[in-house]
């Protein structure tokens, strides 16, 4: 009997590779074969109502029966593609989609390849090095007429990026107001957005006609224009426009605030109206600065929302908040063009800020700064606790220890010690004998965020002025243990975090007086 010249794989690829193209066309899309294949089975071009998109891709069809191909708990369609392939694909200007194709059931999912390699890097970086690997296809993503309008979605947003580079896209459109209190208000409305350059949205009757592109409106399959539910949103205008200003003020009772450097950048820009920001800057008040040509006016608003901010850019806040209330002249300087601006805010009109509150944010910004981690202020009112741990924590990221809180009298501790350690402190005593001992680590819970400051210690001195008798008999008693137990008055106790200790040798001293 002759060998059999087409294998039963071969024939099975080549049925499901006219399923596919009988699937497709039935859609509405022309699948040809590449010829020669070198990796990619069919060119696929997108038609809608037999109109050609201008959208086409390459599909690699594998052919799969029941129950011979891998699908996970989730659903998800894992299939074996070669890496070699992937790195041709990798490189194609035009998309490339797989399409596992189940012959039994005439039915089949699809992938994109761009989207799995980046899947795979994310995953798996070391893939590359590989002869094979596993691609994933979507249990959703299916060749049903929602997975292929879906698969078009996808393929517009590969594509268009690169055809606005190199294709015109041209927009027009009439706009009709009827002669009735309502259009004549719409007119108006529109053409003060238009003056200020913020958002309009224009729908029905004055919307009366818009073409686009004929291009774009192919690649996206965008109906014809409809004036019932057509709906034009206009603006807001922006451009890249930058007029860094500097503020000054002069306030009423003799004191002075100053905000060097104020980024304002364009936002909105009409014909008679330009709207300037500083949203984007760090480390400063945010506001807006309203230039009116029409009213040959300007209109500066600075911004004192809740914060959220961290605490330097919450002191400014309430520095310029308190001058505010103090009151008194301003300028604004226009840094690269010259100009000034200048008002006066009347004083009295909101309350000052309270100097406990602009300390506790000296300290904040200080501990900032040391730690080099973000502090952000809960709420304008701040708490007993975050009150009680900036003071705390102020004083380990600037002295590096911290005082136990006490009476008139520090008491007495209980200490375990070696006979020579014994001596040793009968021998200093009369200038101030100390000890120490680590404490476990303590992260401090510093406006919502857990800081840890490394190890502790406790640092103790010794009461110069204790009764000595019996400290001094124990240490010369030869028949004294290798450890004793004793009982030792306080002179003083701070708990160190070496770690933040002064680096210099000039710590502050804890003798006891």
């Known amino acids: ?67 011979t191909h891998k699908v996970l708990r989730d659903g998800t369609i894992s299939q074996v593609i070669e890496v070699k392939d992937l790195f041709q694909w990798e490189r194609s200007a035009v998309p490339v989609v797989l399409v596992v194709w189940n012959v039994d059931t005439n039915s089949g999912h699809w992938g994109e390849v761009a989207k799995e390699i980046r899947r795979l890097d994310s995953a798996k970086p070391s893939w590359r090095t590989q002869t094979t690997v596993r691609c994933h296809l979507g249990s959703e993503d299916l060749l049903s007429d929602d997975g292929l309008a879906e698969l078009r979605r ?28 309502e259009g004549r208000s719409e007119r108006e409305a529109f053409l003060e957005a238009q003056a200020t350059g913020a958002q309009y949205e224009l729908h029905g009757p004055a919307l009366s006609a818009a073409e686009i592109s004929s291009w774009y409106k192919a690649v996206t399959g965008m109906p014809d224009y409809d004036p019932e539910q057509g709906k034009l949103v206009l603006g807001p205008s922006v451009s890249d426009y930058r007029a860094p200003m500097r503020f000054d003020m002069d306030c009423l009772d003799g004191s002075s605030y100053s905000i060097p450097y104020i980024d304002y950048r364009a936002v909105q820009v009409g014909s008679e109206e330009a709207t300037l920001s500083n949203l984007h800057q760090v480390g400063v008040p945010k506001g ?19 914060p959220g901010v961290d605490v330097v850019e919450s002191r400014e806040i309430l520095r310029l ?12 300087t226009m840094l690269e063009l010259g100009g000034r601006f200048e008002g006066v805010i009347a004083g009295g009109q909101i309350e000052r800020v309270e100097s406990d509150m602009m300390r506790l944010l000296d300290a904040a910004c200080t501990i900032q ?20 741990a900036i003071r705390r924590v102020e004083l380990i990221v600037t002295q590096g220890f911290l005082s136990p809180r006490t009476d ?30 680590p404490m476990p680590p303590e992260p401090i819970m510093l406006l919502g965020r857990s800081i840890d400051f490394g190890p502790r210690r406790m640092h103790v001195v010794i009461d110069p002025d204790q009764d000595t008798s019996t400290l001094q008999a124990m240490a010369e008693d030869s028949s004294t243990a290798v450890e004793v137990c004793i009982t030792l008055d306080v002179a003083a106790a701070r708990i160190e975090y070496p770690d933040w200790l002064p680096r210099s040798g000039d710590a502050p001293s804890l003798r006891a007086p």
């Open 408 to 437: 008139d009298t520090l008491g007495t501790v209980d200490i375990t010690v070696t006979v020579q350690g014994l001596k040793r402190i009968v021998r200093d005593l009369p200038n101030g004998a100390f000890f120490t001992k």
């Open 154 to 181: 996808r393929i517009v947003d590969h594509c268009l990026p690169g055809m606005l580079k190199t294709k015109p896209l041209e927009i027009r459109v009439e706009l009709s107001f009827p002669d009735t209190a």
């Open 288 to 306: 807006r600065f309203v230039l009116s040509r029409r009213r040959k006016e300007f209109d500066w608003k600075p911004d004192f929302s809740s």
């Open 369 to 388: 700064r040391a730690i080099g981690q973000q502090l952000r202020l809960p709420s304008w009112e701040l708490s007993g606790e975050d009150i009680a």
């Open 1 to 67: 009997m002759p060998e059999r010249r087409l294998s039963m794989q071969l024939q099975q690829e080549e049925v499901s590779r006219n399923q596919v193209a009988a699937r497709l066309s039935e859609y509405g899309w022309i699948c040809g074969r590449v010829d020669p294949d070198l990796g990619e089975d069919d060119l696929v071009r997108i038609y809608d109502d037999g109109h050609w998109s201008g959208l086409s891709f390459y599909a690699q069809v594998k052919s799969v029966t029941t129950g």
């Open 321 to 332: 908040l308190d001058s505010m209330a103090v009151g008194g002249a301003f300028i604004l």
